[in-house]
C-alpha cells in the first residue's frame, strides 16, 4: 500500500506534458472534477489510495497543481509516512510556487509539531522559510513553535515577517494580541480591528470573542482576574508557556488567588514541568477551594508522578462534582487508569455506583468493557441486558452496546453476528474495528478468501490510530 501512496508521482517524473485534445476550458473542468473526486474520496468515503490515485491524475494533467499534491501529503500524514509526505514536498517544490511549496512544508512540519518532534518540526519550517519567507501560515506555525520553546521574543519577531494584507487576517491579529500579554489597550485595539462576521472558523470565531470579552469584566474584580481569565485563554487554545510567562509576572500577587494558582499549576502541566504543576496546583488546593477542575488536574499529575493511591482519591473527588456529561468522560478516564494499574475490582464497584445511583446506561458501556477484558462473559451478558432495558440512548451508547452484543454473539457463535456486523457499520461506517472484525469473521466462516483480505486491507486503510492494524496483519499473515 506504501508503493501505491506515491505511484501517482512517479507518473509526474516521466509526464510533464499536459493531456492533449482538451481546450483550456475543457482542462480547467476536468481538472476541477477530479480535485472534487480526490476531496470526496478522502475527506468523506475515506478511501486513501484511490484518492491518491485521482489526485495523480490532476498531477498527470497539471503537474503545478498544489491542491493535487496538497492532498496526496495530507493523506500521508494521516496515515503516518512523515518521510514519504516530505518527499512529495520537495518534489513539488520543484514545481510550484515558493508560496505554494511553504504552504506544503508548514503542513509536514504542523503535523512533526502535533507529535511533539519539535527538532523535525522547526527543521520542516525552515525548509519552508527558504521558499517564501513571508507566507503566513509558516510565520504563524514558526512562531507557535517558538513559544512553545519559552522563546517570545524570537515568535515576535517571527509574526512580524508577515506583511501587507495578511496582517489583517483574524488568526495573525489574535496571536499579536496574544504576545502583548497584559497591555489591556494594545489588546483592545488590535481585536477592535477583527471583523467577527467574516470568520468562519468557530474556534477561531471563539477565540475572538473570548478575547473581546477582557474589557467587559468586572473592574471592581481587578488585573488579577484580567490575568486569570487571559491565562486561562492561552492554556485553552494551547499556548501554555505564554500562560507561564504571564502569571509568573504576577507571582507575588496571586499567592493568595486560587484562580493564579491553579492556572499556573495548569500551564505547567500542559508544559511538560510535573514539578512545578503539583506545587502551583497543591498551592490552589490549600486555599480550601472546592473545584473539580483543580481535582482532575492532580489527579492527573499524580497520576503520572506514580502517585496512584492519591491520583485515585482525586479522581473520586472529581467524578463526584461533576454534572452527567462531563462525569461521564472523568469516569471514563478513570476507570482506564484503575484497568492499566489493574485495580479491575474497584473499577466495578465505582461504575456500579455510578449506574445505580445516576441511571447512567454509559456506566453499563464500560462495565461491559471489564467484562470483556476479564472475558467474563456471563457478566457482559447481564450488563448487556441492562443497556437494554433503556428506552432511550444516545449514538456513542449505542454504538457501545452493539458493539458488545456483537463481541458476545461472536464468542458464543450466534447467527446475529452478520446482522450486528452491518449496524455497527451503519452506526460506524469508519471504524476500522468494524472492517476487522468483519475479515475475523469471514476467515473463521472459510469465506471467499479475497473477501477476507479487502476487509483487513480496508481495516487497515482507516485505521488512523493504530488499533487494529497489527493485529489485522497478523491474521493476513496466516491466509
Same mark, same amino acid.
Given at each position: ?283 490552589? #488546593?490549600? %486555599? ?5 477542575? $483543580? /481535582? ?5 499529575? *499524580? &497520576? +503520572?508522578? =506514580? ?110 453476528? #452478520?446482522? %450486528? ?5 451503519? $452506526? /460506524? ?5 468494524? *472492517? &476487522? +472484525?468483519? =475479515? ?40
Amino acid at each position: 500500500m506504501k508503493k501505491n501512496f506515491l505511484i501517482c508521482l512517479l507518473v509526474i517524473l516521466v509526464s510533464s506534458f499536459l493531456f492533449t485534445g482538451c481546450t483550456n476550458d475543457e482542462m480547467v473542468e476536468l481538472i476541477d472534477g477530479l480535485l472534487e473526486e480526490g476531496n470526496q474520496l478522502y475527506k468523506e468515503e475515506r478511501q486513501y489510495k484511490e484518492a491518491v490515485e485521482v489526485f495523480g491524475e490532476v498531477l498527470e494533467n497539471d503537474p503545478t497543481n498544489v491542491e493535487a499534491y496538497a492532498g496526496i501529503v495530507s493523506i500521508l500524514l494521516d496515515k503516518g509516512y512523515m518521510e514519504k509526505a516530505e518527499n512529495v514536498a520537495n518534489e513539488a517544490s520543484m514545481r510550484v510556487s515558493g508560496e505554494d511549496a511553504a504552504h506544503l512544508f508548514t503542513k509536514v512540519g504542523n503535523k512533526f509539531y502535533e507529535i511533539e518532534k519539535y527538532e523535525e518540526a522547526d527543521r520542516l519550517y525552515e525548509k519552508g522559510v527558504e521558499q517564501d519567507r513571508a507566507y503566513y501560515k509558516l510565520n504563524l506555525a514558526k512562531a507557535r513553535l517558538e513559544i512553545s520553546q519559552e522563546d517570545v521574543d524570537s515568535a515576535r519577531r517571527t509574526i512580524d515577517n508577515i506583511g501587507g494584507s495578511d496582517r489583517e487576517k483574524p488568526d495573525y491579529i489574535l496571536l499579536k494580541a496574544y504576545l502583548t500579554k497584559d497591555d489591556w489597550d494594545d489588546i483592545r485595539y488590535l481585536v477592535d480591528q477583527i471583523d467577527t462576521d467574516e470568520i468562519e472558523e468557530d474556534s477561531l470565531l471563539e477565540r475572538v470573542e473570548n478575547l473581546k470579552k477582557i474589557d467587559d469584566l468586572d473592574e471592581d474584580e481587578g488585573d488579577l482576574y484580567k490575568v486569570a481569565y487571559l491565562a486561562r485563554e492561552y492554556i485553552n487554545w494551547g499556548y501554555p508557556y505564554l500562560a507561564i510567562d504571564l502569571l509568573t509576572d504576577y507571582e507575588e500577587e496571586i499567592q493568595e488567588y486560587w484562580e493564579g494558582q491553579y492556572y499556573l499549576g495548569k500551564a505547567y502541566f500542559d508544559h511538560g514541568n510535573l514539578d512545578k504543576a503539583l506545587d502551583y496546583l497543591g498551592d490552589a #488546593e490549600v %486555599l480550601g477551594v472546592d473545584d473539580p477542575g $483543580l /481535582d482532575l488536574m492532580l489527579a492527573r499529575a *499524580y &497520576f +503520572l508522578e =506514580g502517585n496512584v493511591d492519591q491520583a485515585l482519591g482525586y479522581y473520586e473527588d472529581a467524578i463526584s462534582q461533576k454534572d452527567l456529561s462531563d462525569r461521564n468522560d472523568i469516569a471514563e478516564e478513570y476507570i482506564q487508569v484503575l484497568m492499566d494499574t489493574n485495580m479491575m475490582s474497584r473499577a466495578k464497584d465505582t461504575l456500579k455506583d455510578i449506574a445505580e445511583q445516576d441511571d447512567n446506561p454509559w456506566a453499563y458501556v464500560l462495565l461491559c468493557t471489564i467484562a470483556y477484558e476479564n472475558e467474563n462473559f456471563q457478566e457482559l451478558a447481564e450488563y448487556i441486558d441492562a443497556l437494554e432495558e433503556y428506552y432511550q440512548i444516545d449514538k456513542e451508547e449505542e454504538k457501545g452496546l452493539v458493539r458488545y452484543k456483537l463481541y458476545y454473539a461472536i464468542e458464543q457463535e450466534d447467527d446475529e453476528v #452478520e446482522e %450486528l456486523l452491518q449496524k455497527y457499520k451503519k $452506526l /460506524d461506517e469508519h471504524n476500522p474495528e468494524v *472492517y &476487522f +472484525l468483519k =475479515g475475523k469473521f469471514a476467515k473463521e466462516q472459510e469465506e471467499d478468501v479475497q473477501d477476507i483480505k479487502d476487509y483487513l486491507y480496508r481495516a487497515i486503510e482507516v485505521d488512523l490510530e493504530g488499533e487494529v492494524t497489527e493485529e489485522a496483519r497478523r491474521v493476513l499473515a496466516n491466509i
